[in-house]
């Protein structure tokens, strides 16, 4: 066994050679045997225990066993005490979910703050048909019927070659103690459900299943292979990025076989679970939009536009000092005072002429006509101003619909202002009241930075 794990090691995971690994170790049967057995092969390995508090006295007698491994083989072992079922709870979720974004958030930083280069799990034959299974049963793509990777990022998997009974004769055989879990004897669990219920039956149907279902998995690889390649051809016609948002091209959706087929491949990363109301944008009318938790997807005119909801509330109020020079938050700007050198008449005719007709994204501003702080903040409710070239005032959601900004537009437009008064969509429009005139003595110009986030022109 030792001999081909290294074998399978140096064939496929050549790079984890002579690096810091971190076994993630139970104390469980699988976890342990890798353990004694990358030992003897001489990485360089540490140990990361959990303890989730789930089966009292038991949990904290699985810790020792480990600290005490780790002791007699002299390597360094960590271990964390989790409160997993008040984790779950506070989260909503169930306690197994709780235990692995808990023992997976905990393993990555200990490896930042141990240097470690790779994760490595235990996880083998057996563990990757029980996940399709599980996966099958509650419904899934080809992602989740592929079964678990063998790499994920600094996550290494090197033990799927083996089977849970091969790796019971090898801890036999060699007298290797290990800790037996009684609830994996529990049909309490889905996995435990379908390990000592469904595997068995299914078995008895096929007593190859094993050789069978590695022989579909790698079938299903190589079509999952052809699909990422169309997916990512598709990606590359469809998709453009805009200030940071993924705009996906409708008409080009529309044309294809199974438009909600493509939509799932492409956007799945990102928590959607409504895949029939992820489709309907399609036809649904401007400003209809579907939600996940990290992600809104949001139907403006020819595309659809996936941006990320806010973790935490947005700035939307900020005021900027007279002798402020430059800002970074919310929005980067710069400001520059100049005094008009007021000469002959022509000279002044000329001086304006270079600073009145700024572009959109540039204003300059007659300095006496302002009062500092200056308020930088998002649109209210009646805010209304007088867009420059027009001979009176117009509410600032008429200005938008006029422009047509789409619902993500309006939200990220920022508006400066002196007191009560608009002085600027920003990078759209100036107020009328505030521009340069002839009598104009000294001004104020700000220009934002290319990552201030402005809204792409429509055109």
Known sequence: MKAELKDHINSKFSFINDKNLLIAISGGIDSVVLTHLLY????????????????????????????????????PTYSVKFETEAYATEKGISTQMAARELRYDWFQKIAKEKNIDYIITAHQKDDVLETFLINFTRGTGLDGLTGIPEIQGNIVRPFMIFLRNEILVYATRKKIQWREDRTNSSIRYVRNKIRHKVVPLLKELNPNLLDTFYNTLENLKGSQQIVKDRIQNIKEKSISIVNKELHLNISILKKLSNPKIYLFEILKEYGFTEWNDVADLLDCQSGKQVFSKTHRLLKDREVLILSDILKQQEIDHFEISENTTEINVPITLKFETAAIPFDTKNHQNKVLEEIIFDDKNTISIDFDKIEFPLILRKRQKGDFFFPIGLNGKKKISKFFKDEKFSLIDKENAWLLCSKNDIIWVVGERLDERFKVIKSTSKILKISPKSEDGSRESKG
């Open 40 to 75: 003897k092969l001489n990485f360089k390995i540490s140990l990361a225990h959990c303890n989730f508090s789930l089966r009292g006295k038991e949990s904290n007698e699985d810790e020792e066993f480990v600290k005490e491994l780790g002791e007699s083989l002299k390597i």
